[in-house]
């Protein structure tokens, strides 16, 4: 069995608190749940499941790309879309870039296996 690869975020409401909410997976584009999982090793996990009190979670998943549902009391429910989860290559990535970095869009493999990165237009401040 592969290793699964990691996706780790966090809830955060209008006024940068940390808020507990339920995550649902699905498979980008669809409202098929994906099949997620607790661990690298591949040990099942329910979907959806529930943020900390503090709105942090993560999951496993095999690579590829998939939509993330946020949800609960208080929330306005958001769905983050075509989340590129690909492997190791992620840990390239900068994901808080400094005054004159550009911030990466997404990262996917086209047909052929190749990584593509797509970056925002501007620069970060």
Not at 50 to 74: H, L, M, Q, W
Not at 85 to 109: A, C, H, L, M, N
């Amino acid at each position: 069995m592969a290793n699964k690869i990691a996706y780790h975020s966090v809830v955060i409401d209008t006024n940068g608190k940390g808020r507990q909410a339920t995550i649902t997976v699905y498979n980008a584009g669809t409202l098929n749940v994906a099949t997620i999982y607790s661990n690298q090793a591949g040990a099942a996990q329910g979907n959806p499941f529930n943020t900390d009190a503090t709105g942090r979670f993560v999951f496993y998943s095999d690579p590829g790309e998939y939509d993330i549902k946020a949800a609960g009391i208080g929330l306005t429910t958001y769905i983050l879309s075509n989340v590129s989860i690909i492997g190791e290559f992620s840990r390239f990535v900068i994901s808080d870039p400094t005054s004159g970095q550009y911030r990466v869009k997404k990262i996917r493999r086209d047909a052929g296996g190749n990584i593509l990165i797509t970056y925002n237009d501007t620069p970060e401040a």
